[in-house]
């Protein structure tokens, strides 16, 4: 199992069905530990015997907050590792096996390393003929040297 099919719940959501359902638990206990202390303290005439019950409420907020929090962090975390691995697969680092396992996902295709660069006019970058940016263009194609020659520099998706 790679670290991108470990880390993705679905194509919609960088949470998996585990820390969607440890973060809800942690949502719906931090809330009913709030309202059951709010109830118990409304309960209550005289001070003193409403503050344990609004430090049980207050102690459910901070276990809501905690599965709002864990639950953001999973999110960024995951999207970290989606963002590594296609810097990586951009940049050729990736294991063949990793970049079809991401390929089978629908997000990434594997790389071809065509030979034949393109531009179009007016552009100030060359590409790959099988780059993403250069698919379904009419560009013409032309050598490397030609293309440096009139100031044209490489992209950064395909790195000709």
């Given at each position: 199992m790679t670290i991108h099919q470990r880390h993705r719940g679905s194509a919609a959501t960088p949470w998996s069905p585990t820390d969607l359902a440890v973060c809800s638990l942690l949502v719906a206990v931090g809330i009913s530990m709030g309202f059951?202390?709010?109830?118990d303290a409304a309960?209550?005439?005289?001070?003193?015997?409403?503050?344990?019950?609004?430090?049980?409420?207050?102690?459910?907020t901070l276990v809501a907050g905690a599965g709002l929090v864990l639950w953001f962090l999973r999110g960024r975390r995951a999207i970290r590792h989606r963002r590594v691995g296609l810097v990586n697969h951009r940049r050729g680092l990736l294991r063949p096996t990793v970049v079809e396992s991401i390929s089978a996902g629908g997000t990434?295709?594997?790389r071809s390393r065509?030979?034949?660069?393109?531009?179009?006019?007016?552009l100030g970058r060359y590409h790959r003929a099988d780059c993403p940016l250069a698919a379904g263009r009419?560009?013409?194609?032309?050598?490397?040297?030609?293309f440096e020659q009139a100031g044209r520099r490489p992209c950064g998706v395909?790195?000709?």
């Open positions: 059951v202390g709010w109830y309960g209550k005439l005289v001070e003193s015997e409403q503050v344990a019950p609004l430090n049980f409420a207050g102690a459910g990434l295709e594997p065509s030979a034949v660069l393109v531009s179009g006019d007016g009419n560009w013409r194609s032309a050598p490397r040297a030609q395909c790195r000709p």
